[in-house]
């Protein structure tokens, strides 16, 4: 199979994984009687009068029948067109993208899972070497702590020590109130303060992360070292390093991709319980605040786009291997 | 036949034995066992040093701190629980020996006792003469603050001779030393045989009560105008006759609730923290091993039907797993719990379906190798079935990874199920370890470290034991993860 064919092959399973969430999100949201309760008790309330009752039925499309409402959400997932939120009344997609929740998201995650890949790696590749050594059980046993630990008590625990006790970092928020009514302050403030404000959440997501990628490192990495290969490189004489980072991690590589991809998931939600004890205004506090205040539409978009976004990590996990990994595409 | 069961007995509990010996000898093993023991051993004793529910009990006052910070410097403030009256019902004549009375008391026109009315005890005070009479229990209250709360049962009283023209008076007091005296509760007596109680609770913090001492409008909370130093303090009433006439009073009895108790504190709602911990064990446990059993099975009976059959059956069931596998679990779970409604049956349902499918891809791996081999081959000649080879000859095979993965998955759901509880989405009926973190954070009391702290310990400690076992088992079933010695 060329490479072009294996993309191709991709990029279908990709477009059938799209429908399938969209399905699911479907069915999902007609299990709630919501809003088709709601106004159904209006009908029998002699307060209000059948215009009003007309009015919501067509505000919310319950004059149609579930066939047309499936055919303009079906639509309305495709073209980010997610009608309004309940509680703000505003676009949803404006209140993702345009309200920087977006952008705060991307930053936070961003900036934590590259944190937590390079520390993961790192420190995997290098215990890899000294396998039973006092720092092998150590960094093994802080990873299987961090990841037994809850990520809302880390959270918790750093906003009482760094915030409450040292009065080092603020416990929460993504930038201060203040920038909302006066304006951003100069860049080099701006840049220092959002920093501060980052460093927190971002330490507790990738505290969350290093973990799993150091076990997993870890793990490829012994199995790698064992091969004659890895042998010939220290019989030819070559640094040490250069045989872990060259030789060994480059074919114990393969599988971190995949696993990154496939735990991305985990760490969206990560993210949310990060994004909901630092009241950072993310997504996933947003997707929290829409579930808790009843705001299907929100719900709705916000579990479609996660959906969404793993599946996208997925395909480019895909192509990445189909990349650096020729033999997958004759699979 | 008996016998052959009784000597397969006795292999299976030598085979047991000598796999617990292996994983004793295992050091990660052995600390994964013993802690789990230690929690499972807290998850159980639990409702027994704890019968009631803690959620339902107010232990102390609200967010008390421990005990023992009353032990040190800044701690001097600190009051402890204090139940003033022992027998506040009047059930037996004896209950009338930590009462004291007036000097009219004295009088021969008086006479004190106890009497049991419909099943209801009470101290029955008659009057041949107009006079007024007090009773009242004298006690020290040891601490420099004031309490966080007290609280008085529902004082009842019942009276006979009274009328609108000659009333009984009855006033319930609390007195600090002989300087200050605090009316509770006061009324008029004027029917006769019917039990009256006051119209408000007797709480100190119920915004009446100070309405009624004459107190209100002060800065201060009613507690420690009241308490507001070490002294002795008087409980009591005083009933004042204007014609012959019977009272009888029950349920007359005082309970400080204080700001320090036991080993964590109280929460919020004055619940013991310590209590709320070991029966959070419970949920924690209990989710944990039900739901990802529930997974694990799901994923076992997937696998093997995947491996075991070819073609369309086994590449439905693997489409179907990985789409499944690509929906993002916790906000899936958020959605849904909201959808179903947050019990801890649902919760358990929605971990346990939704935690299958890693697993499922795992054993349906190791079928398609297992099945390529000649002892199956030699079995179906024999005439096995499908079902035959698949319960016993593959399911064999693969038994040692379902423990690996089973103690894989009790953390992931023990810690999924901490997270729906921090977000509020966890059984409100059920208390859990994600709970009394969500609870101290809705009050914002991030300082009480023994509220935060233990529970968060808890968590990690139940899940690293199952971690620490998964590990090992895998160690021990997977020769080539063996170490070389």
Redesign the interface.
Known sequence: MSLRAYILKRIVYTI??VL??II?NWF??Q??PGVEGAIGSLQGNPRATSQQYQHFQELYGLNKSPLQRFEEYFWGMLTFNFGNSFVTQHPVIDDIVKSGRLANTVLLLGTSTVLGIVIGILFGVVVSAR??SGIDTGSVTVA??T????????G??F??VFS??LHWFPPGKAYPDTWFLFGNPPLAQFILTRLQYLFLPMLVLTLFQYGGFLLLTRATMLETLSEDYVTTARAKGLKERTVLFKHAFKNASLPLVTASA?G???V???A??TE??FNWNGLGLW??NS??G?DFPV?QA??YI??LS??IA?FIADLIYGIIDPRIRYE | MKSGTESNLKFNLRRFANFLRLMLSNKMAAVGLFMFLVSAGAALAAPIVYPQNPQNVASAGFLAQPQWVSYFPEGYYLSSNMVVVNNPGFNSPSALQEWSYSNTAQSPYVSISTATIASTGSIQVFSSSPLSLTVYKTFHYPYRGPPSRFTLPSVAVRSQGASASNPIVFSLFLNRGVERSFTLWSKNLTTNDAWISPSYPLDSGSPSLPIAAGVQGGLLPFTEVVFSREDDYTLGFTVTFSAPGTINVTSLGLRLLGNAYGLLGADSRGSDLFAELLWGARTSLFVGLVASFIGIGLGLLVGLMAGYKTGIVDEVLMRFTDMMLVLPSLPLLLVLVAVVGPSIFNIIILIGFLGWMGFARVIRSQVLSIKERPFIEAARAAGAGTRKILTTHIFRNVVSLTYVNLALAVPAAILTEAALSFLGLGDPLSISWGQIISNAQAVNALNDWWWIIPPGIGIAFVSLSFVLIGYSLDEIFNPKLRRRR
């Open positions: 059938v994984l399938f969430v699911v999902i949201f299990a709630i396998r039973g299987l702590t990841f037994s630990l809850p990520v809302f008590w880390m918790l625990t906003i009482a409450y006790l496939l991305f998931g985990t969206l939600g990560g949310i319980l909901t004890v997707l929290y579930i808790i009843k719900m916000m579990f996660l959906a793993v599946i997925n």
